[in-house]
């Protein structure tokens, strides 16, 4: 079975500084991992993913993630937050070697960027 | 090229009126998925489709049925909704179920149904 935490339902940061975006994972075998962005009244948008290299992958709109395997994390940074930045942000993960290609959500972590 | 689509966007229903939702997607994907979106419950997996004439449940599927004739076209049914089933839906497709650099899940705008 895979499964995916999100330990914090809100994020709160003000414009400028880093943030981070917590998410811990279980799967049996090794892991996909991905991360999308929600914005309000929208479908979701993949942001970057994780499948096997660097720890630290880089994606859209400056968003980086860090993957942990002793940890079991993948947290997504930002050096410094834009308000528009604010939106709902989901992991999911991927056991590697299941047998087809669903993936399991987070229950998502709410960002607020103030200005 | 419109990516996923769905129709409708938004729907009341009554409890036990039947509707169909309707995904599409012009990017020749193999995969399709129906999720809901429920507050604090995150998206779970309804029903998914490996393939043109495939479908297979996903984490809850109860209450609903799928058809996925044409490869582009990926059909939710609630045959009899319920209060229960007040939801946000969300159609996803992915290139392939193995992988590949193509699989992450394109999510189309979704559909808001109220059932009362």
């Known amino acids: 079975a895979q499964s995916v935490a999100q330990p914090e339902d809100q994020v709160n940061v003000a414009e400028g500084n880093p943030l981070t975006v917590k998410c811990t994972y279980s799967v049996s075998g090794n892991p996909y991992l991905f991360w999308y962005v929600q914005y309000p009244n929208r479908g979701l948008q993949f942001l970057l993913k994780y499948i096997t290299g660097d720890n630290l992958v880089k994606g859209s709109y400056g968003f980086e993630a860090e993957f942990n395997k002793s940890q079991t994390s993948f947290h997504l940074k930002k050096p410094s937050a834009l308000v528009s930045d604010s939106a709902l942000y989901f992991c999911?993960?991927?056991?590697?070697?299941?047998?087809?290609?669903?993936?399991?959500f987070g229950k998502g972590t709410m960002l607020l960027v103030s200005p | 090229n419109a990516g996923v689509t769905q129709t409708p966007k938004f729907r009341v229903l009554k409890t036990g009126q039947s509707m169909t939702l309707l995904c599409a997607q012009d990017?020749?994907?193999?995969?399709m998925y129906w999720y809901r979106q429920d507050p604090g419950m995150g998206l779970r997996l309804i029903h998914y489709s490996v393939g043109e004439g495939t479908t297979a449940k996903g984490e809850v599927p109860d209450g609903y049925n799928v058809s996925r004739l044409k490869k582009q076209n990926f059909l939710l049914g609630l045959e009899s909704a319920a209060p229960s089933q007040t939801s946000v839906y969300f159609c996803a497709s992915s290139y392939s179920g193995q992988v590949s650099p193509y699989n992450e899940q394109f999510f189309g705008p979704g559909t808001r149904l109220t059932v009362l």
């Open positions: 990017m020749n994907h193999e995969y």
């Open positions: 999911a993960v991927r056991d590697m070697n299941s047998g087809y290609s669903t993936l399991t």
